[in-house]
């Protein structure tokens, strides 16, 4: 099976633009996570979707958005850049339900805000 | 909020030999997971290891070990037989047991960058 995909893998934008990111899961996985990783804050979660709904959401601003299609591909939106939420995104999908509900990572999106 | 705390930023290991990364928790939960994974240079993580906190058992996974204390809300990655590959930063994580309402987020801690030496 092909792993979790994430496009683009690099990205330069400039303050006050907005941002997409995509996410294709594991084929058969329904679950799609987000987490930001910077330097200072480390990993953090975004939020969690499965069957189109967004069922957690971490501690970031409302400008910071995402969405499931029927086809478990996932997508997040940040609207109004700002220098610090240049960072690597990483997605996250995972098989449910299960015990262990592991999840694969993608390999991430470099985005820079300038 | 549970929170991981990893007091390591920095560890280095000569090749062969043997390194324990440390990682603490904080929870008021019974049950729960808890997860290292590897992020190498080429940013990719990958998970190396698991337990669930039910199981008194420590987890193993060839080279990799964990020692699990549950009351000392402890949970280190014991590394046997280092090899340059092991290089990376290691990240220990708690996800609480879950629901299909709640999700099954993961409480990352800061890391340990692992340096290994010929």
């Known amino acids: 099976k092909a792993g979790v995909t994430q496009t683009p893998r690099y990205l330069i934008k400039t303050r006050g633009q907005q941002v997409t990111l995509s996410c294709s899961p594991i084929?058969?996985?329904?679950?799609v996570s987000w987490y930001q990783q910077t330097p200072g804050q480390g990993l953090q979660f975004l939020f969690e979707y499965f069957s189109e709904t967004q069922r957690n959401k971490g501690n970031f601003p409302g400008r910071f958005s995402g969405r499931q299609f029927s086809n478990s591909r996932s997508e997040m939106n940040v609207s109004t850049l700002e220098l610090g939420d240049s960072a690597l995104y990483l997605c996250?999908?995972?098989?449910?339900?299960?015990?262990?509900?592991?999840?694969?990572f993608g390999p991430g999106t470099r985005l820079t805000v300038l | 909020a549970q929170t991981v705390t990893q007091s390591q930023p920095e560890m280095s290991v000569q090749e062969a030999e043997t390194v324990t990364l440390s990682c603490t928790y904080d929870t008021s939960e019974s049950d729960y997971y808890l997860f290292w994974y590897k992020q190498p240079p080429s940013r990719q993580m990958i998970l190396v290891i698991r337990?669930?906190?039910?199981?008194?058992q420590n987890a193993t996974e060839n080279r990799f070990s964990v020692n699990f204390q549950k009351a000392a809300k402890s949970f280190s990655l014991k590394i046997s037989d280092s090899q340059l590959g092991d290089a990376a930063m290691y990240f220990c994580a708690y996800r609480s047991i879950g629901n299909s309402n709640s999700g099954y987020a993961l409480n990352f801690g800061k890391g340990t960058s692992l340096l290994v030496t010929p």
């Open positions: 084929s058969g996985h329904r679950s």
């Open positions: 996250a999908s995972s098989a449910v339900p299960g015990s262990y509900n592991e999840q694969f």
């Open positions: 337990q669930e906190a039910y199981k008194q």
